[in-house]
């Protein structure tokens, strides 16, 4: 099922027409402000929605008056509420209006206006209540702009049937110019913007600004309402609830100042239903797809991740004796959390009410991979290669060491608990994960080796993935994996792309479409996998059927 980008012009030429899309106040003289962020919808219930614009004034103003109008029909003619919303340079001039009253399971069209200008008009949807039949959404992860076009963003925005568009973090990165994917963004002429690290308040917007000039992130946010949640790169790699690996204390300010910061602008450019004052760092939440599903957003990041562990400085020498010591005295610790013990309470509260309605389908929108990767034997393949990480990646294959202590991995004692808690609450588990920037899909199983769920694991929009770090043939990577885990029922380490979700009462299917390049905006895309699990009215999903 290959496409060509040229074949998909006369598509986007009618999806064109179908929004109304014309040229922003940029074009038009005296205008009294530029949209040139676009427009944005999501957190959809199924009787209220949030919009987004930015409106920029032109001329000095230090407050702006927005108009906004919600209608049955792409004309805007069949309206159904309107209001206006005050902005100024305190919020970076963005706009969010949480408009309620809403009629289920329908579309809307909605616009900004500031005078006589007006934004984009978007397209949104509300959630459907009661029998659902079928539901569709697509699934992104890991859009660094510096390693990139959106391709995959181009190619969700160009479909007519999905409902909703699932964003699993990494949304921006924080890197300089010099940093991660430097040297593709200077021949593709994206270097990240302001060129440095980005630490500030003022530095985060800059960041959001940048990607949000992107002409395929802006046609998605118009065709489809997004959900989404943070994960690392949002404030910076490999974040726990005090720390990140890419932050220096002292050196680049405090950290709880940046991570403030990074909130702060999370929550003044995402489409996202906002708390105030210290909530705002709670994002977990939940959204009910009718009878059909129960969407559960989990934050494995901030509110209650422990530190992540090390082998580099904890564990002492490769040998058997010291590999079992971490794997218990560290990876299975207890003590250690991936959630917090308020947002563990809150998910087994949510599966239980989940599986007491009788909802198939419990799906777990989150950014970690929660299947277990022991590190596969890669010795033959490594040939003469020397050097500390060599061997200590061959002792951790010998060792049967987690090959990522960044996931789920890391924290054994976590990871049983929500297992557990899946099996006992749960009807069918369905996690998805991002943050490695591969596809994957996994059999879920508890210590015991009881299925508690399934995992389908998106690939990255633009970000390299394994390939990078082990640049070994594909398959034959992807044959190792799956030989040292059993479980592990799809692994491509080396396509970018996106995945869709499709929901039934008796099916839950995913589809990876991977592009073939995002090193130009010609490119094709392709259906690379399926995979699908059955509903079961027993403890845990049904075994996974894969089709590669």
């Not at 000095?60 to 805007?76: C, I, P, Q």
């Not at 949510?350 to 991979?369: A, D, M, T, Y």
């Amino acid at each position: 099922m290959a496409m060509t980008r040229r074949l998909l012009l006369l598509t986007f030429s009618w999806l064109a027409a179908a929004f109304g899309r014309r040229t922003a106040a940029v074009a038009q003289t005296g205008s009294a402000a530029d949209f040139d962020s676009g427009v944005a919808s999501g957190d959809p219930t199924d009787s209220a929605v949030v919009l987004w614009t930015r409106a920029k004034p032109r001329d000095g103003a230090s407050t702006l008056e927005v108009g906004w109008t919600v209608a049955r029909d792409e004309d805007l003619r069949d309206v159904v509420s309107r209001g206006s919303a005050t902005t100024s340079a305190r919020r970076d001039w963005t706009v969010k209006v949480d408009v309620r009253g809403l009629e289920p399971d329908r579309w809307y069209w909605y616009e900004f206006r500031v005078g006589e200008t007006r934004s984009t008009r978007g397209r949104t949807r509300t959630l459907p209540t009661g029998r659902v039949d079928q539901f569709e959404i697509a699934v992104f992860s890991c859009s660094n702009y510096a390693f990139g076009y959106f391709n995959s963003y181009r190619s969700a925005a160009e479909r007519d049937d999905l409902d909703l568009a699932l964003h699993l973090g990494d949304y921006i990165y924080e890197y300089g110019p010099a940093g991660y994917g430097g040297d593709v963004a200077e021949r593709l002429g994206r270097v990240h913007e302001p060129r440095k690290e980005i630490l500030t308040v003022e530095d985060y917007r800059t960041r959001y600004a940048q990607y949000r000039s992107d002409e395929d992130l802006q046609a998605l946010h118009a065709r489809l309402p997004m959900i989404a949640v943070w994960d690392d790169h949002e404030i910076a790699n490999n974040t726990w609830h005090s720390g990140a690996q890419n932050h220096t204390e002292g050196e680049e300010g405090t950290f709880a100042d940046r991570k403030a910061a990074a909130v702060q602008v999370f929550h003044e450019w995402m489409p996202i239903r906002s708390r105030a004052g210290s909530a705002a760092e709670k994002i977990y939440r939940r959204h009910d797809i009718g009878d059909l599903a129960t969407l559960i957003m989990l934050d494995t990041r901030l509110v209650g991740r422990d530190e992540q562990l090390d082998y580099d400085t904890q564990l002492d020498a490769p040998t058997a004796a010291e590999a079992e010591r971490f794997r218990e005295e560290l990876i299975d610790d207890p003590r250690r959390s991936m959630l917090g013990a308020e947002q563990e309470a809150w998910l087994k509260l949510e599966l239980s009410r989940s599986k007491e309605r009788g909802v198939p389908w419990q799906i777990l929108g989150q950014q970690l991979l929660i299947g277990g990767l022991t590190t596969p034997d890669l010795s033959d393949l490594l040939g003469g290669a020397t050097g500390a990480r060599i061997e200590r990646l061959k002792a951790m294959a010998e060792y049967e060491l987690p090959l990522n202590l960044d996931a789920w991995d890391g924290y054994g004692g976590a990871r049983e608990r929500l297992a557990q808690d899946a099996r006992s609450f749960g009807n069918n588990v369905v996690a998805l994960a991002g943050d490695t920037h591969n596809s994957w899909a996994f059999d879920l199983l508890d210590r015991r080796g009881r299925r508690f769920g399934v995992e389908f694991g998106t690939a990255s929009v633009t970000s390299p993935g394994l390939e990078q770090i082990l640049p070994l043939p594909p398959a034959l990577l992807s044959e190792r994996l799956r030989a040292a885990n059993p479980h592990l029922r799809l692994a491509n380490t080396k396509d970018r792309g996106f995945m869709t979700l499709r929901l039934t009462p008796a099916e839950c299917s995913a589809r990876w479409y991977t592009v073939d390049t995002v090193e130009s905006r010609d490119f094709a895309e392709q259906l690379a996998h399926e995979a699908s699990v059955q509903a079961t009215e027993g403890v845990g999903s049904a075994a996974l059927d894969v089709r590669v």
